[in-house]
């Protein structure tokens, strides 16, 4: 993290892949000295700090480069643990990304939940016309089951040479 760091501020943009931030916490869970404050789930409170500060160094610097941390977490594995970290966690990030083992299982590529999926703060990227036709196309996903979500975005995207002509085209 440290030289990543120094590479931003020599004007680099730098990515981190960590995979995943669930069992990074549950490593320092295991050595982290006892507060005497243990979270739900059996989560030491103080064992959190270090993944956190590793997850919150993400950022762009003026003149300089940017730190784009991606991580993965785990749910749904039934552990009370695992649930405390990505409570934890689920807020702090700019964008969700879900996926759905279910279109796995169906090999339907890419297997993303899109309902479930989103960009925080979207209304600062976007501008009012493509953020109101965004709002229009979830609206319409959400009315779909998640396999066919994905099959009409897929099909959509086909016939589509970019994400304008794409938004251009649900007006037809």
Same mark, same amino acid.
């Given at each position: 993290?440290?030289?990543a760091?120094?590479?931003?501020?020599?004007?680099?943009?730098?990515?981190?892949?960590?995979? /995943?931030? $669930?069992?990074? %916490?549950? %490593?320092?869970?295991?050595? %982290?000295?006892?507060? @005497?404050?243990?979270? #739900?789930?059996?989560?030491? %409170?103080?064992?959190?700090?270090?993944?956190?500060?590793?997850?919150?160094? !993400?950022?762009?610097?003026?003149? @300089?480069? /940017?730190?784009?941390?991606?991580? $993965? &977490?785990?749910?749904?594995?039934?552990?009370?643990m695992?649930?405390?970290?990505?409570?934890e966690?689920?807020?702090? @990030?700019?964008?969700?990304?879900?996926?759905?083992?279910?279109?796995?299982?169906?090999?339907?590529?890419? /297997?993303?939940?899109?309902?479930? /999926?989103?960009?925080?703060?979207?209304?600062?990227?976007?501008?009012?016309?493509?953020?109101?036709?965004?709002?229009?196309?979830?609206?319409?996903? !959400?009315?779909?089951?998640?396999?066919? &979500?994905?099959?009409?975005?897929?099909?959509?995207?086909?016939?589509? #040479?970019?994400?304008?002509?794409?938004?251009?085209?649900?007006?037809?």
């Open positions: 993290l440290e030289k760091k120094r590479m931003v501020e020599c004007g680099h943009h730098v990515v981190i892949l960590l995979d /995943s931030i $669930t069992r990074m %916490a549950r %490593a320092y869970n295991t050595v %982290a000295p006892a507060s @005497g404050k243990v979270l #739900s789930g059996g989560v030491e %409170a103080t064992a959190l700090q270090k993944p956190k500060k590793f997850f919150g160094a !993400a950022r762009a610097i003026e003149n @300089g480069g /940017s730190l784009t941390i991606l991580a $993965t &977490a785990l749910i749904d594995t039934g552990s009370k695992d649930q405390v970290i990505f409570e966690f689920k807020g702090t @990030g700019n964008m969700e990304l879900q996926l759905d083992r279910n279109l796995a299982n169906r090999r339907l590529y890419p /297997s993303i939940d899109l309902t479930k /999926s989103s960009t925080r703060r979207e209304e600062l990227l976007l501008d009012k016309d493509t953020l109101q036709r965004m709002f229009i196309l979830r609206n319409h996903l !959400a009315d779909m089951k998640p396999e066919e &979500a994905m099959e009409f975005m897929k099909k959509q995207m086909m016939h589509s #040479s970019s994400n304008e002509e794409f938004l251009e085209s649900m007006n037809r």
